[in-house]
């Protein structure tokens, strides 16, 4: 690697495959809780395997992004991290604080843990995706802003380049906006509100920009492409995200008892939310035909091309099928809903976390790229984990469909729990499609520890 | 140093696409340099990815008009995303909405796997469209032929 302190990112990368395994674990036994109602049960419950699902994801993403920062942005500022030290420290305590919490989900009542953890001093518990407790959250403000002065002062204090300053303004945004995870209005409405500010203006803001400045770094480094060029589309992407995006808000606004307008405001900017994605898509499939140099290692540019794909088809496809105020008047809530989540979250933030790790790991093992043998395991591996999220899309798709229909459109529509049991095919065929995703995860995992003939840095 | 050991380690450096490709660090034109490509075979793609995308209908009729007036262009890379788009928006078209129709036709409007099968059908294969229409509004602004797979014209040897 070209600086030593780029070093750091390796337990952040380390630690974001860990808790994505574990996150998948979850996944398939939330999954089979869906046909089997009592799987597991009183041992771990949905609310709390889903729970833990969510949160294990958004935290396993969070460390890929702090790993990639703390590997891009010395090479991109040409210089060392300002405090690798304070790099690790924060590792360990957003490792520990993440560990306690969900120890803690898995093994206290939620009620207590609440009671345990000053929910009573301020009431930020209870929605979803910021079950965090209290102080687990106040334990993220420090992290992040310990993370955020330091990545900062390292940018400050070497070169800035478009990728570092878009890569910044995401992740400045990613801080600024958990703020509100802080503000529970009694006010049902407000709450929800606000608590849309978090998530909407993550993965549909800010999360974009960090994962175009992820792309268009790993894009220079395979592709050999003019950074010029690159930077010019990155500031087409994020315009695009940022303009669509922003108001794009709207479209959660439909049924919580905000006004009217905002079903005019929220179907418009998010029909063109897709626009950003789809310029993604054609960014790198451009960049990688206009390559100037064949890369050796060709399974960072699959996972770099299959973001692309991905994400304009989770993000984009299956969230305009859905965005619409009078599409979404029956579909709201329902399973269509979880068939985009799974696909956008994939396609957009796992495979672009994949494609640093992917790039980044064997440099910072001392090689330039792995073995060939290593790296037909780990192709193999997207192509698995990425058909088993297409069918889990096409399954959940087909069975919120079917929902809708036979709970809101049907001329005696049924109860939620009766269509569970008339859906309960496609929740079977999800399922295996996730045992295959799983399956795929860990050839990844298994791609780390396979020899061959290396291509040793300075060869 | 990164950049030593990559190089060492690159199968072999790729020959620049054309020389016009080639960037400057004083005066990056996004146009030209972006697109070395004929502006007319970016333009097919463009409008064979609107119709699909934006203005359905109205992008194919200036699709159509677009192949009408330079049909005979005599550049053979125009002549050939011309031809691509056409021909795949009028099969593409004929077979995603079409077979979307039957599918409500044949099944019934009030039958509720219709929509999943409906649905789900023109999804996929709408996005597929899209996909594959990335690919050719890649070769055209690389300056490369493109054929459409499966319902794209066979490329002349």
């Known amino acids: 690697m070209k600086y030593k302190s780029q070093a750091v990112a390796m337990p952040y990368f380390i630690?974001?495959?860990g808790l994505f395994v574990a996150q998948i674990v979850f996944g398939l036994i939330l999954g089979m809780q869906y046909v089997v109602g009592d799987f597991l049960f009183?041992?771990?419950?949905f609310n709390v395997a889903r729970m833990v699902h969510t949160n294990l994801l958004i935290v396993w993403l969070l460390f890929g992004f702090m790993g990639a920062a703390y590997y891009m942005v010395p090479e991109e500022s040409e210089t060392?991290?300002?405090?690798?030290?304070?790099a690790l420290a924060m590792f360990w305590v957003f490792l520990i604080a993440g560990a306690l919490t969900i120890i803690g989900y898995l093994t206290v009542d939620y009620a207590t843990l609440a009671k345990y953890t000053g929910n009573d001093i301020l009431a930020t518990m209870g929605r979803e995706f910021l079950e965090q407790p209290l102080l687990t959250k106040i334990g993220i403000v420090v992290?992040?802003?310990?993370?955020?002065?330091?990545?900062?002062m390292t940018v400050l204090k070497g070169r800035k380049t478009a990728i570092s300053v878009v890569l910044l303004l995401g992740l400045w945004g990613l801080a600024i906006f958990f703020l509100f995870s802080f503000y529970n209005p009694t006010n049902l409405v407000l709450d929800k509100y606000y608590w849309w500010w978090v998530v909407h203006l993550w993965v549909e803001g800010v999360w974009e920009l960090i994962m175009a400045a992820l792309l268009a770094f790993v894009l220079i480094k395979v592709t050999g492409v003019d950074r010029e060029v690159i930077e010019k589309w990155l500031y087409v992407i994020i315009a695009l995200a940022l303009v669509t995006g922003i108001i794009g808000t709207g479209h959660h606004y439909y049924w919580i008892g905000t006004p009217e307008y905002w079903q005019w405001w929220g179907s418009i900017f998010s029909a063109l939310e897709p626009i950003p994605f789809f310029a993604m898509t054609v960014f790198a499939f451009n960049m990688v035909n206009r390559r100037r140099r064949e890369h050796p290692n060709k399974a960072a540019v699959l996972w770099a091309l299959g973001t692309g794909v991905m994400a304009f088809l989770g993000a984009g496809v299956w969230g305009f099928l859905h965005t619409l105020a009078p599409v979404n008047y029956y579909t709201h809530g329902s399973q269509i809903t979880a068939a985009h989540g799974h696909m956008a979250f994939y396609g957009a933030y796992v495979m672009v976390v994949i494609t640093i790790i992917s790039y980044a790991m064997p440099i910072l093992r001392g090689r330039a790229c792995n073995s060939p043998k290593a790296q037909v395991l780990e192709m193999w591996s997207f192509w698995l984990m990425t058909i088993a999220m297409v069918f889990i899309t096409l399954f959940l798709t087909a069975a919120g469909?079917?929902?809708?229909?036979l709970q809101r459109v049907a001329e005696e529509p049924m109860s939620?729990?009766?269509?569970?049991?008339?859906?309960?095919?496609?929740y079977w065929m999800r399922e295996w499609s996730g045992v295959v995703f799983f399956i795929g995860l860990l050839a990844y995992v298994a791609s780390f520890f396979v020899k061959g003939k290396e291509q040793p840095a300075g060869a | 140093m990164f950049a030593a050991p990559l190089e060492g380690c690159a199968i072999g450096a790729r020959p620049r696409i054309e020389d016009s490709t080639t960037m400057t660090h004083t005066d990056p034109d996004l146009l030209k340099e972006n697109m070395p490509g004929p502006p007319l075979a970016i333009l097919a793609e463009a409008l064979f990815l609107i119709n699909l995308m934006l203005l359905p209908v109205i992008g194919f009729v200036m699709l159509m008009l677009l192949w009408l007036v330079h049909r005979r262009h005599p550049s053979p890379l125009v002549r050939n995303h011309l031809q691509q788009t056409v021909a795949v928006s009028i099969k593409g078209g004929f077979i995603l909405v079409g077979l979307s129709v039957a599918i409500f036709l044949l099944g019934g409007f009030d039958n509720p796997w219709s929509w999943v099968i409906g649905v789900l059908y023109f999804v996929c294969l709408h996005a597929a469209l899209i996909i594959f229409g990335v690919m050719g509004l890649n070769a055209a602004i690389l300056r490369h032929p493109y054929r459409y797979p499966v319902l794209g014209p066979r490329l002349p040897d």
């Open chain 1, 80 to 86: 060392e991290l300002f405090s690798p030290r304070l």
């Open chain 1, 15 to 17: 630690a974001a495959i």
């Open chain 1, 143 to 152: 992290v992040a802003l310990v993370f955020l002065f330091n990545i900062t």
């Open chain 1, 401 to 405: 469909i079917l929902q809708v229909w």
């Open chain 1, 416 to 426: 939620f729990m009766a269509v569970q049991d008339q859906v309960a095919l496609f």
């Open chain 1, 42 to 45: 009183p041992e771990i419950p």
